[in-house]
């Protein structure tokens, strides 16, 4: 089995930073297209950002084009995602998520195969 964990996720004020890592382990994480997703209290899980198999291509939801960057480091089989002007809407429960079958990303949950077990984010005002 794929084992992903998620590291990072904390409180921080608002306009501040976090950084997320997703470290990939039992797997070819080369082989997998990556994405983060997020869920606030009584909200659905949302897509955030995807990144293909290479990192050449990504995607990102519109509420954090501009704030966030996904990337990886296939050497070292993490993912990250670096958050920064944070604001209290972005509140929520990170998950990383890995997909086999596609080579970017998307934003469909049933599309991935594996899902780390989240980190929350608590932005504060």
């Known amino acids: 089995q794929v084992q992903l964990v998620e590291s990072g996720g904390g409180l921080v004020q608002a306009g501040g930073s976090l950084r997320l890592s997703c470290a990939a382990s039992?797997?070819?994480?080369?082989?997998?297209?990556m994405g983060w997703f997020r869920q606030a209290p009584g909200k659905e899980r949302e897509f955030v950002t995807g990144?293909?198999?290479?990192?050449?291509?990504?995607w990102y939801a519109d509420s954090v084009t501009g704030r966030f960057a996904i990337s990886r480091d296939n050497a070292k089989n993490t993912v990250y995602l670096q958050m920064n002007s944070l604001k209290p809407e972005d509140t929520a429960v990170y998950y990383c998520?890995?997909?086999?079958?596609?080579?970017?990303?998307?934003?469909?949950?049933?599309?991935?195969?594996?899902w780390g077990q989240g980190t929350q984010v608590t932005v504060s005002s």
């Open positions: 990144i293909s198999r290479v990192g050449s291509s990504t």
């Open positions: 998520a890995a997909d086999l079958t596609h080579r970017v990303g998307g934003v469909r949950i049933n599309e991935y195969d594996y």
């Open positions: 039992r797997g070819t994480f080369s082989n997998y297209a």
